[in-house]
């Protein structure tokens, strides 16, 4: 409900504040004083781009804000999906900027355009002739057709539901291209994946091999140079050994004389012991020595397939190319097996459409059930309002498609003359007829859901006289229950409404503005008596506005 609006610097308006009540509120006055200038200010609260053109001094800033007790519209969740802050009471306020920039605030939370529009929807409803044309829209129609069947459980499981099986339908897309894309690769990759595992990669083995093929070519060298090296370390004459002995056996007889010759001594049977562990050595290596040319070959040739792998994956080393060959084995295992993971995927996808089919139907009989009393209540509700041979055919067809609201598919028919064939909404009413339609729908939903603020917008024009009457008591009756606003030049609707402002022109210091005043029980009489006689009021459209009023 929206109790407070205040309006600064824009179009017309220096400054208004006003606050309003619940129940049917009347906005009269002439044309051109301004009525369109409320609208869009209050469009700028629901989200509509701000335009620089719009603002009164453009040097200044222009700031519209609207207070609204949102306690009985179930909003909390959108707050927190929106990330912003619950108030019973919630402020939202548009300020445009002498830049031309334009800024938005929830309960002084800055937002965007997007969240604000959304927020909008749930708390005011401008019924323009704009949004009169959304009658001929099909996902109109079957939000009226829902709200009564009370299918919004049934639609919001549907809607998960639904979401859940695109995206399998999607994953098994991916997984047949994946198929279809890795069949392709499927030779290629197992050609190359049994030439690393022939090669029977170990980790560390390159270094390895290329030591052994040294040796294994090199033998008849290694075998002089070890040979020569014995001989010059234990030669009985002049090896090493036996010379640093004799070293060793002088300098012993020394070592007692002080510490400077046990050192030195020291060093030398330390280095005779280095030696002879070296000596042992060179005879272990010689001994090993055993020249293998089958061996040496077999060396070779597992290098030289080791080394031409590394160039063909261009890599530097057996451990990448052991990555490779991981990551290829895994390649084809998925491939091998996707057929296994396509196969479950379906299934998947098979039991969620069965979880579709059965909540869509639930939907489906839902409003079966209903169209034919909201039928009756429509034909009904457009008698009172001057159209008695009115008649609707809503039909409904399941399809095999899932849709974003179920598997049906609707046609809303009409057909305003006793005899007359039923045609789509669109061509079958003038503009006129559809506003009355409009309004039969909205009377009706009232009854079933909690509507946000509503703002008729002249949806009187084209009638009068006891039709404007019967128009002015379904307002009243849907105002019992929600907030209602009208803007109306009849006398009839004007004389319904719980409160009456009066939307005007004058001019202060020379330059005009805008205002909105909320009339007296006195000064309501003589605008309804203006309404029914002119600006010239007689005696007697005073006792007519006085019998209207009560």
């Given at each position: 409900?929206?109790?407070?609006?205040?309006?600064?610097?824009?179009?017309?308006?220096?400054?208004?504040?006003?606050?309003?009540?619940?129940?049917?509120?009347?906005?009269?006055?002439?044309?051109?004083?301004?009525?369109?200038?409320?609208?869009?200010?209050?469009?700028?609260?629901?989200?509509?781009?701000?335009?620089?053109?719009?603002v009164?001094?453009?040097?200044?800033?222009?700031?519209?804000?609207?207070?609204?007790?949102?306690a009985?519209?179930?909003?909390?969740?959108?707050?927190?999906?929106?990330?912003?802050?619950?108030e019973?009471?919630t402020?939202?306020?548009?300020?445009?900027?002498?830049?031309?920039?334009?800024?938005?605030?929830i309960?002084?939370?800055p937002v965007?355009?997007?969240?604000?529009?959304?927020?909008?929807?749930?708390?005011?409803?401008?019924?323009?002739?704009?949004?009169?044309?959304?009658?001929?829209?099909?996902?109109?129609?079957?939000?009226?057709?829902?709200a009564?069947?009370?299918?919004?459980?049934?639609?919001?499981?549907?809607?998960?539901?639904?979401?859940i099986?695109?995206?399998?339908?999607?994953?098994l897309?991916?997984?047949?291209?994946?198929?279809?894309?890795?069949?392709?690769?499927?030779?290629?990759?197992l050609?190359?994946?049994?030439?690393l595992?022939?090669?029977?990669?170990?980790?560390?083995?390159?270094?390895?091999?290329?030591?052994?093929?040294?040796?294994?070519?090199?033998?008849?060298?290694?075998?002089?140079?070890?040979?020569?090296s014995?001989?010059?370390?234990?030669?009985?004459?002049?090896?090493?050994?036996?010379?640093?002995?004799?070293?060793?056996?002088?300098?012993?007889?020394?070592?007692?004389?002080?510490?400077?010759?046990?050192?030195?001594?020291?060093?030398?049977?330390?280095?005779?012991?280095?030696?002879?562990?070296?000596?042992s050595?060179?005879?272990?290596?010689?001994?090993?020595?055993?020249?293998?040319?089958?061996?040496?070959?077999?060396?070779?040739?597992?290098?030289?397939?080791?080394?031409?792998?590394?160039?063909?994956?261009?890599?530097?080393?057996?451990?990448?190319?052991?990555?490779?060959?991981?990551?290829?084995s895994n390649?084809?295992?998925?491939?091998e097996?996707?057929?296994?993971?396509?196969?479950?995927?379906?299934?998947?996808?098979?039991?969620?459409?069965?979880?579709?089919?059965?909540?869509?139907?639930?939907?489906?009989?839902?409003?079966?059930?209903?169209i034919?009393?909201?039928?009756?209540?429509?034909?009904?509700?457009?008698?009172?309002?001057?159209?008695?041979?009115?008649?609707?055919?809503?039909?409904?067809?399941?399809?095999?498609?899932?849709?974003?609201?179920?598997?049906?598919?609707?046609?809303?028919?009409?057909s305003?003359?006793?005899?007359?064939?039923?045609?789509?909404?669109?061509?079958?009413?003038?503009?006129?007829?559809?506003?009355?339609?409009?309004?039969?729908?909205?009377?009706?939903?009232?009854?079933?859901?909690?509507?946000?603020?509503?703002?008729f917008?002249?949806?009187?024009?084209?009638?009068?006289?006891?039709?404007?009457?019967?128009?002015?008591?379904?307002?009243?009756?849907?105002?019992?229950?929600?907030?209602?606003?009208?803007?109306?030049?009849?006398?009839?609707?004007?004389?319904?409404?719980?409160?009456?402002?009066?939307?005007?022109?004058?001019?202060?210091?020379?330059?005009?503005?805008?205002?909105?005043?909320?009339l007296?029980?006195?000064?309501?009489?003589?605008?309804?008596?203006?309404?029914?006689?002119?600006?010239?009021?007689?005696?007697?459209?005073?006792?007519?506005?006085?019998?209207?009023?009560?």
């Amino acid at each position: 409900m929206l109790t407070q609006l205040t309006i600064k610097n824009y179009a017309l308006i220096d400054e208004l504040q006003v606050s309003f009540n619940n129940g049917l509120t009347i906005i009269t006055g002439e044309t051109g004083a301004g009525k369109s200038i409320l609208l869009g200010g209050l469009s700028l609260i629901l989200g509509k781009r701000a335009d620089l053109s719009t603002v009164k001094d453009a040097s200044k800033k222009c700031i519209i804000e609207a207070t609204f007790d949102i306690a009985k519209y179930n909003l909390k969740s959108l707050f927190k999906i929106e990330g912003l802050d619950y108030e019973s009471l919630t402020i939202i306020r548009r300020e445009i900027l002498p830049s031309g920039k334009s800024r938005a605030f929830i309960n002084d939370t800055p937002v965007n355009l997007s969240s604000l529009q959304l927020l909008g929807e749930c708390l005011l409803d401008i019924h323009s002739q704009h949004q009169t044309l959304q009658l001929t829209n099909d996902d109109f129609q079957f939000q009226i057709i829902d709200a009564l069947a009370e299918n919004n459980k049934s639609l919001t499981n549907y809607t998960q539901s639904l979401k859940i099986y695109k995206n399998l339908a999607r994953e098994l897309d991916n997984l047949q291209q994946q198929k279809s894309e890795s069949l392709k690769e499927l030779d290629y990759n197992l050609f190359l994946l049994k030439e690393l595992e022939e090669a029977k990669l170990v980790a560390g083995e390159l270094e390895s091999l290329e030591g052994e093929y040294e040796t294994l070519n090199n033998i008849e060298e290694i075998e002089e140079k070890l040979s020569q090296s014995h001989q010059l370390l234990n030669n009985e004459d002049i090896g090493i050994i036996t010379n640093l002995t004799e070293v060793k056996n002088q300098l012993a007889k020394l070592s007692s004389y002080g510490e400077s010759y046990d050192a030195i001594y020291q060093r030398i049977n330390s280095s005779l012991i280095e030696l002879d562990d070296m000596f042992s050595e060179i005879e272990n290596l010689e001994e090993q020595l055993e020249a293998d040319p089958s061996r040496l070959g077999f060396v070779n040739s597992k290098l030289q397939v080791l080394h031409n792998l590394m160039q063909k994956h261009t890599v530097a080393s057996v451990e990448e190319l052991i990555i490779i060959k991981d990551e290829l084995s895994n390649k084809v295992s998925i491939t091998e097996n996707l057929d296994v993971t396509i196969s479950a995927k379906e299934k998947e996808i098979e039991i969620i459409k069965s979880e579709l089919r059965s909540i869509a139907d639930t939907i489906h009989n839902n409003r079966t059930r209903i169209i034919p009393k909201l039928i009756a209540q429509l034909e009904s509700v457009l008698a009172t309002l001057g159209m008695p041979n009115a008649k609707f055919k809503i039909e409904l067809q399941s399809s095999d498609a899932f849709l974003a609201n179920g598997t049906d598919v609707l046609q809303f028919l009409f057909s305003a003359n006793k005899g007359g064939q039923f045609n789509d909404l669109k061509k079958a009413v003038s503009g006129g007829e559809l506003s009355r339609i409009m309004l039969a729908i909205k009377s009706i939903l009232s009854k079933y859901t909690q509507l946000p603020t509503i703002m008729f917008d002249e949806i009187d024009t084209g009638v009068s006289g006891e039709i404007s009457n019967k128009m002015a008591n379904i307002m009243q009756g849907m105002s019992k229950a929600m907030q209602v606003f009208t803007i109306t030049h009849l006398p009839q609707i004007a004389a319904k409404g719980d409160s009456h402002f009066k939307v005007y022109k004058e001019d202060i210091n020379e330059i005009t503005q805008t205002q909105l005043k909320k009339l007296t029980p006195d000064e309501r009489i003589v605008e309804i008596a203006q309404m029914l006689g002119g600006t010239n009021v007689s005696n007697s459209a005073l006792e007519h506005a006085k019998q209207l009023l009560n």
